[in-house]
Protein backbone atom coordinates (compact mmCIF):
# COMPACT_ATOMS: atom_id res chain seq x y z
CA UNK A 1 0.00 0.00 0.00
CA UNK A 2 0.93 3.73 -0.87
CA UNK A 3 2.83 5.35 2.62
CA UNK A 4 -0.69 7.86 2.34
CA UNK A 5 -2.90 4.52 3.13
CA UNK A 6 -0.81 3.44 5.80
CA UNK A 7 -3.30 4.11 8.57
CA UNK A 8 -5.96 3.59 6.24
CA UNK A 9 -8.96 1.29 8.13
CA UNK A 10 -10.52 0.49 4.81
CA UNK A 11 -9.28 2.05 1.29
CA UNK A 12 -11.79 1.56 -1.43
CA UNK A 13 -10.28 1.92 -5.15
CA UNK A 14 -12.00 2.28 -7.87
CA UNK A 15 -14.98 0.08 -6.67
CA UNK A 16 -17.39 -0.42 -9.69
CA UNK A 17 -21.14 -2.28 -8.53
CA UNK A 18 -23.33 -3.00 -11.52
CA UNK A 19 -26.45 -4.44 -11.79
CA UNK A 20 -27.19 -6.45 -14.95
CA UNK A 21 -31.07 -5.68 -15.86
CA UNK A 22 -33.50 -6.53 -18.88
CA UNK A 23 -32.28 -2.92 -20.34
CA UNK A 24 -28.74 -3.02 -19.94
CA UNK A 25 -26.13 -2.08 -17.29
CA UNK A 26 -26.98 -0.08 -14.74
CA UNK A 27 -23.75 1.65 -13.57
CA UNK A 28 -24.65 2.15 -9.93
CA UNK A 29 -21.16 2.74 -8.59
CA UNK A 30 -18.42 3.51 -11.14
CA UNK A 31 -15.11 4.01 -9.83
CA UNK A 32 -15.46 5.01 -6.36
CA UNK A 33 -12.43 5.83 -3.67
CA UNK A 34 -12.57 6.88 -0.29
CA UNK A 35 -10.30 5.87 2.72
CA UNK A 36 -11.36 6.00 5.95
CA UNK A 37 -8.60 6.02 8.78
CA UNK A 38 -8.51 4.54 12.27
CA UNK A 39 -11.24 6.17 14.57
CA UNK A 40 -11.88 8.57 12.13
CA UNK A 41 -16.03 9.51 10.82
CA UNK A 42 -16.14 9.83 7.03
CA UNK A 43 -19.84 10.95 6.00
CA UNK A 44 -20.74 10.13 2.33
CA UNK A 45 -23.60 12.50 1.40
CA UNK A 46 -26.05 12.75 -2.35
CA UNK A 47 -29.45 12.56 -2.74
CA UNK A 48 -31.09 8.94 -3.14
CA UNK A 49 -29.84 6.93 -6.11
CA UNK A 50 -26.25 8.25 -6.07
CA UNK A 51 -24.60 4.94 -5.02
CA UNK A 52 -24.34 5.42 -1.08
CA UNK A 53 -25.79 2.20 0.07
CA UNK A 54 -24.85 0.03 -2.62
CA UNK A 55 -21.40 1.25 -2.06
CA UNK A 56 -21.78 0.37 1.84
CA UNK A 57 -23.69 -2.97 1.00
CA UNK A 58 -20.39 -3.65 -1.53
CA UNK A 59 -18.12 -3.60 1.05
CA UNK A 60 -19.25 -6.08 3.61
CA UNK A 61 -21.15 -7.86 -0.33
CA UNK A 62 -24.56 -7.96 0.94
CA UNK A 63 -25.19 -7.53 -3.02
CA UNK A 64 -27.25 -9.88 -4.08
CA UNK A 65 -25.47 -11.69 -7.24
CA UNK A 66 -26.37 -11.63 -10.11
CA UNK A 67 -28.05 -9.23 -11.09
CA UNK A 68 -25.17 -7.30 -9.29
CA UNK A 69 -21.43 -8.00 -9.82
CA UNK A 70 -18.35 -6.14 -9.10
CA UNK A 71 -16.80 -4.50 -12.69
CA UNK A 72 -13.81 -3.65 -11.36
CA UNK A 73 -11.68 -1.94 -8.16
CA UNK A 74 -10.55 -3.16 -4.82
CA UNK A 75 -11.96 -2.73 -1.22
CA UNK A 76 -8.83 -3.29 1.17
CA UNK A 77 -10.06 -3.89 4.40
CA UNK A 78 -6.54 -3.53 6.89
CA UNK A 79 -5.04 -4.20 3.50
CA UNK A 80 -6.62 -7.09 2.17
CA UNK A 81 -8.69 -6.96 -0.95
CA UNK A 82 -12.03 -8.19 0.36
CA UNK A 83 -13.59 -8.97 -2.78
CA UNK A 84 -12.21 -12.33 -4.12
CA UNK A 85 -13.49 -13.62 -0.34
CA UNK A 86 -15.71 -16.19 -0.73
CA UNK A 87 -18.74 -16.22 1.90
CA UNK A 88 -17.31 -18.34 4.73
CA UNK A 89 -14.34 -15.54 4.74
CA UNK A 90 -16.85 -12.96 4.59
CA UNK A 91 -19.12 -14.17 8.11
CA UNK A 92 -15.99 -13.90 9.80
CA UNK A 93 -15.42 -10.07 9.02
CA UNK A 94 -18.91 -9.26 9.38
CA UNK A 95 -20.16 -7.92 12.42
CA UNK A 96 -16.47 -9.19 14.34
CA UNK A 97 -14.81 -6.10 12.19
CA UNK A 98 -17.44 -4.56 10.06
CA UNK A 99 -20.81 -4.03 11.93
CA UNK A 100 -23.75 -2.19 9.93
CA UNK A 101 -26.47 -1.03 11.12
CA UNK A 102 -29.48 -1.05 7.93
CA UNK A 103 -31.66 2.60 7.03
CA UNK A 104 -35.08 0.79 8.78
CA UNK A 105 -35.03 -0.86 11.90
CA UNK A 106 -38.50 -2.37 11.67
CA UNK A 107 -37.36 -4.01 8.44
CA UNK A 108 -33.99 -5.13 9.63
CA UNK A 109 -35.15 -7.16 12.87
CA UNK A 110 -37.00 -10.22 13.04
CA UNK A 111 -40.53 -9.53 14.04
CA UNK A 112 -40.83 -13.31 15.52
CA UNK A 113 -38.01 -13.48 17.62
CA UNK A 114 -36.88 -11.38 21.15
CA UNK A 115 -34.45 -8.64 20.12
CA UNK A 116 -32.55 -10.11 23.18
CA UNK A 117 -32.42 -13.85 20.43
CA UNK A 118 -31.71 -11.65 17.44
CA UNK A 119 -28.23 -9.73 19.35
CA UNK A 120 -27.33 -13.08 21.01
CA UNK A 121 -27.63 -14.96 17.95
CA UNK A 122 -25.13 -12.69 16.55
CA UNK A 123 -22.95 -13.57 19.81
CA UNK A 124 -23.04 -16.94 19.31
CA UNK A 125 -22.19 -17.38 15.75
CA UNK A 126 -19.06 -15.12 16.42
CA UNK A 127 -17.98 -16.07 20.04
CA UNK A 128 -18.82 -19.15 20.41
CA UNK A 129 -20.83 -18.41 23.50
CA UNK A 130 -23.84 -20.66 25.49
CA UNK A 131 -27.45 -19.20 24.95
CA UNK A 132 -27.18 -17.99 29.02
CA UNK A 133 -23.78 -15.98 28.24
CA UNK A 134 -25.30 -14.77 24.75
CA UNK A 135 -28.54 -13.39 26.04
CA UNK A 136 -26.00 -11.60 29.44
CA UNK A 137 -24.32 -10.14 27.29
CA UNK A 138 -27.33 -8.68 25.09
CA UNK A 139 -28.60 -7.10 27.98
CA UNK A 140 -25.06 -5.71 28.73
CA UNK A 141 -25.30 -4.32 25.13
CA UNK A 142 -29.26 -2.92 25.84
CA UNK A 143 -27.88 -1.11 28.97
CA UNK A 144 -24.79 0.29 26.73
CA UNK A 145 -27.43 1.99 24.66
CA UNK A 146 -29.54 3.57 27.02
CA UNK A 147 -32.31 1.06 26.75
CA UNK A 148 -34.66 1.35 30.24
CA UNK A 149 -35.10 -1.76 32.11
CA UNK A 150 -32.34 -4.75 29.69
CA UNK A 151 -32.98 -7.54 32.03
CA UNK A 152 -37.07 -7.20 30.64
CA UNK A 153 -36.45 -5.71 27.61
CA UNK A 154 -34.27 -8.49 25.85
CA UNK A 155 -37.11 -10.96 26.29
CA UNK A 156 -39.53 -8.28 24.22
CA UNK A 157 -40.22 -7.70 20.49
CA UNK A 158 -39.19 -5.11 17.96
CA UNK A 159 -43.23 -4.45 17.99
CA UNK A 160 -42.84 -3.36 21.36
CA UNK A 161 -40.28 -0.78 20.95
CA UNK A 162 -40.21 2.50 19.63
CA UNK A 163 -38.54 4.10 16.35
CA UNK A 164 -35.76 5.62 18.31
CA UNK A 165 -35.30 2.17 20.68
CA UNK A 166 -35.48 -0.06 17.56
CA UNK A 167 -32.63 1.68 16.40
CA UNK A 168 -31.13 1.63 19.82
CA UNK A 169 -31.34 -2.48 19.31
CA UNK A 170 -29.57 -2.38 15.84
CA UNK A 171 -26.53 -0.40 17.16
CA UNK A 172 -26.50 -2.64 20.07
CA UNK A 173 -26.83 -5.77 17.63
CA UNK A 174 -24.38 -3.94 15.36
CA UNK A 175 -21.53 -3.38 18.06
CA UNK A 176 -21.71 -6.43 19.98
CA UNK A 177 -18.69 -8.04 18.88
CA UNK A 178 -17.14 -4.69 19.17
CA UNK A 179 -15.86 -4.06 15.23
CA UNK A 180 -13.29 -1.79 14.40
CA UNK A 181 -15.70 0.15 11.71
CA UNK A 182 -19.33 0.44 11.99
CA UNK A 183 -21.36 1.74 8.82
CA UNK A 184 -24.08 3.31 9.46
CA UNK A 185 -26.80 3.33 6.64
CA UNK A 186 -29.44 6.38 7.20
CA UNK A 187 -29.34 5.78 10.81
CA UNK A 188 -31.68 8.53 11.49
CA UNK A 189 -34.19 8.40 8.69
CA UNK A 190 -37.67 8.53 9.92
CA UNK A 191 -36.95 9.38 13.53
CA UNK A 192 -37.72 12.77 14.62
CA UNK A 193 -34.93 15.82 15.36
CA UNK A 194 -34.88 15.04 19.57
CA UNK A 195 -34.38 11.33 18.96
CA UNK A 196 -32.03 11.80 16.21
CA UNK A 197 -29.98 14.18 17.91
CA UNK A 198 -30.10 11.33 21.01
CA UNK A 199 -28.63 8.74 17.75
CA UNK A 200 -26.12 11.06 17.05
CA UNK A 201 -24.82 11.26 20.24
CA UNK A 202 -25.05 7.77 21.18
CA UNK A 203 -23.13 6.94 18.28
CA UNK A 204 -20.56 9.25 18.90
CA UNK A 205 -20.36 7.57 22.88
CA UNK A 206 -20.02 4.39 21.43
CA UNK A 207 -17.24 5.34 18.53
CA UNK A 208 -14.98 6.99 21.67
CA UNK A 209 -15.95 3.99 23.80
CA UNK A 210 -14.90 1.12 21.54
CA UNK A 211 -12.33 2.94 19.44
CA UNK A 212 -13.87 2.45 16.16
CA UNK A 213 -14.13 4.18 13.02
CA UNK A 214 -18.11 4.86 11.46
CA UNK A 215 -18.90 5.45 7.66
CA UNK A 216 -22.25 7.44 8.17
CA UNK A 217 -24.47 7.21 4.90
CA UNK A 218 -26.96 10.46 4.97
CA UNK A 219 -28.55 13.05 2.66
CA UNK A 220 -28.64 15.58 5.66
CA UNK A 221 -26.12 17.74 5.47
CA UNK A 222 -26.36 18.98 9.38
CA UNK A 223 -25.43 16.07 10.62
CA UNK A 224 -22.26 15.58 8.52
CA UNK A 225 -21.33 18.75 9.71
CA UNK A 226 -21.61 17.96 13.57
CA UNK A 227 -20.68 14.66 13.56
CA UNK A 228 -17.89 13.89 10.57
CA UNK A 229 -14.13 14.68 10.29
CA UNK A 230 -14.36 14.39 6.51
CA UNK A 231 -16.90 14.22 3.68
CA UNK A 232 -17.17 12.41 0.12
CA UNK A 233 -19.92 14.16 -1.95
CA UNK A 234 -21.52 11.65 -4.38
CA UNK A 235 -23.72 11.87 -7.42
CA UNK A 236 -24.99 9.64 -9.80
CA UNK A 237 -22.42 6.94 -8.84
CA UNK A 238 -19.62 9.24 -8.80
CA UNK A 239 -17.38 10.96 -6.18
CA UNK A 240 -17.97 14.42 -6.93
CA UNK A 241 -15.93 16.30 -4.34
CA UNK A 242 -14.30 15.16 -0.96
CA UNK A 243 -12.97 17.10 1.39
CA UNK A 244 -12.27 18.15 5.75
CA UNK A 245 -15.75 19.11 6.67
CA UNK A 246 -14.61 22.72 7.78
CA UNK A 247 -13.08 22.68 3.98
CA UNK A 248 -16.03 21.42 2.34
CA UNK A 249 -18.77 23.75 5.05
CA UNK A 250 -16.45 26.84 4.56
CA UNK A 251 -15.07 26.95 0.50
CA UNK A 252 -17.26 24.18 -1.47
CA UNK A 253 -15.81 23.86 -4.72
CA UNK A 254 -18.10 21.87 -6.49
CA UNK A 255 -21.83 22.73 -7.83
CA UNK A 256 -24.07 19.92 -6.91
CA UNK A 257 -22.14 20.12 -2.83
CA UNK A 258 -22.78 24.01 -3.27
CA UNK A 259 -26.30 23.20 -4.08
CA UNK A 260 -26.49 20.49 -1.12
CA UNK A 261 -25.32 22.98 1.46
CA UNK A 262 -27.85 25.60 0.27
CA UNK A 263 -30.42 23.57 0.99
CA UNK A 264 -29.83 23.48 4.47
CA UNK A 265 -32.56 25.37 6.52
CA UNK A 266 -30.54 28.23 8.44
CA UNK A 267 -32.35 29.06 11.84
CA UNK A 268 -29.74 31.92 12.56
CA UNK A 269 -31.27 33.33 9.50
CA UNK A 270 -34.94 33.13 9.96
CA UNK A 271 -35.30 35.07 12.82
CA UNK A 272 -34.82 38.24 10.96
CA UNK A 273 -35.55 37.60 7.05
CA UNK A 274 -37.55 35.41 4.82
CA UNK A 275 -35.29 32.88 2.87
CA UNK A 276 -36.57 30.65 0.33
CA UNK A 277 -34.56 27.45 0.47
CA UNK A 278 -33.17 26.79 -2.65
CA UNK A 279 -33.76 23.49 -4.83
CA UNK A 280 -31.48 22.29 -7.33
CA UNK A 281 -33.21 21.19 -10.00
CA UNK A 282 -34.12 18.23 -12.15
CA UNK A 283 -33.07 14.72 -10.83
CA UNK A 284 -30.23 12.16 -10.41
CA UNK A 285 -30.16 10.98 -14.29
CA UNK A 286 -30.72 7.62 -15.18
CA UNK A 287 -27.22 5.39 -14.40
CA UNK A 288 -28.05 2.86 -17.51
CA UNK A 289 -25.41 3.79 -19.99
CA UNK A 290 -24.89 7.02 -19.09
CA UNK A 291 -23.57 9.61 -21.07
CA UNK A 292 -19.65 10.32 -21.26
CA UNK A 293 -19.41 13.67 -19.92
CA UNK A 294 -20.03 15.09 -16.44
CA UNK A 295 -23.26 13.55 -14.93
CA UNK A 296 -24.46 16.71 -13.49
CA UNK A 297 -24.27 18.38 -16.69
CA UNK A 298 -28.32 18.44 -17.04
CA UNK A 299 -28.50 20.26 -13.70
CA UNK A 300 -25.46 22.58 -13.41
CA UNK A 301 -26.19 25.81 -14.19
CA UNK A 302 -22.45 26.38 -15.64
CA UNK A 303 -22.29 24.06 -18.17
CA UNK A 304 -20.16 24.24 -20.69
CA UNK A 305 -19.33 22.25 -23.92
CA UNK A 306 -15.80 20.81 -21.93
CA UNK A 307 -18.54 19.04 -19.33
CA UNK A 308 -20.54 17.30 -21.76
CA UNK A 309 -17.44 16.05 -24.17
CA UNK A 310 -16.03 13.91 -21.31
CA UNK A 311 -15.93 12.43 -17.59
CA UNK A 312 -13.87 15.49 -15.96
CA UNK A 313 -11.14 14.17 -13.36
CA UNK A 314 -10.88 14.48 -9.56
CA UNK A 315 -8.49 17.23 -8.78
CA UNK A 316 -6.77 18.58 -5.76
CA UNK A 317 -7.36 21.88 -5.17
CA UNK A 318 -6.53 22.57 -1.55
CA UNK A 319 -5.18 19.83 1.33
CA UNK A 320 -7.22 16.83 1.26
CA UNK A 321 -9.69 18.67 -1.08
CA UNK A 322 -10.58 17.08 -4.06
CA UNK A 323 -13.39 17.80 -6.91
CA UNK A 324 -14.37 16.38 -9.95
CA UNK A 325 -15.23 19.93 -11.96
CA UNK A 326 -13.77 21.83 -14.57
CA UNK A 327 -14.19 24.91 -13.02
Given at each position: ??????????????????????????????GV??????????????????????????????????????????????????????????????????????????????????????????????EN??????????????????????????HD???????????????????????????????????????????????????????????????????????????????????????????????????????????????????????????????????????????????????????????????????????????
Open positions: MADQNLGALLDIRDLKTWFKTDDGMVQAVDSLRIDRGETVGIVGESGCGKTVTARSVLKLIDMPPGRFEGGQILWQGRDLIPLGPAEMDKIRATEIGIIFQEPMTSLNPVYTVGDQIAEVLRQHLSYKQAIDRATEMLQLVNIPNPAKRVYPHQFSGGMRQRVMIAMALACKPKLLIADEPTTALDVTIQAQILELMQEMKDRLGMSIMLITHAMGVVAETCQRVVVMYAGKVVEEAPVEALFGDPRHPYTKGLIRSIPRVDRAATSKERLEAIPGSVPSLLNPAPGCRFAGRCKFVMDVCLASMPPLKEVGPGHHVRCVL
